[in-house]
């Protein structure tokens, strides 16, 4: 019973370390719940029970802790940070002419190069300044302000 003790150890430590990369805190749960597991294990307990503990408690870790883990990691707006729908209503400059014949453009929005399209058709030369009326995959579609 002692070696399966030393498997959950090993595989929630490196859950562990693969958590370093992600930073989702799913790796993390599975790691945790190994840890947990490896407990009766030490104490020779049965491959069921272990099983069990590791069953429940990684129910446990991801229905409670994980989501506020993801929030302390990712901050509260990361989710919407990361939509592309946000961007509709901001404000850019135009840094290469949106010409959609000749496949289009690109935009500076807060410090980022977005590729553009004119939303009406229209020609928007170099440094105009647009407004972003919507965003199709990482295309977004502009008027001249």
Not at 1 to 30: H, K, P, R
Not at 43 to 52: D, E, K, S, T
Not at 79 to 85: D, S
Request: aromatic residues 8%.
């Amino acid at each position: 019973m002692l070696i399966s003790a030393y498997i959950w150890l090993s595989v929630g430590i490196l859950l562990l370390i693969v958590e370093i990369f992600t930073a989702d805190f799913l790796f993390a749960t599975m790691g945790i719940s190994c840890l947990i597991a490896s407990i009766p294990a030490f104490l020779g307990a049965n491959l069921v029970v272990q099983v069990v503990v590791f069953a429940i408690s990684a129910t446990a870790i991801f229905a409670t802790v994980r989501p506020f883990a993801k929030k302390l990691i990712q901050g509260k707006n990361h989710a919407k940070e990361l939509g592309l729908n946000t961007l509709a209503g901001k404000n850019g400059v135009v840094t290469e002419e949106i010409v959609n014949e000749e496949n289009g453009g690109y935009v500076k929005i807060d410090g980022d190069v977005w590729k553009a399209f004119s939303e009406s058709g229209e020609n928007i030369e170099k440094n105009a300044h647009i407004v972003v009326k919507r965003a199709e995959s990482i295309t977004l579609y502009v008027e001249r302000r």
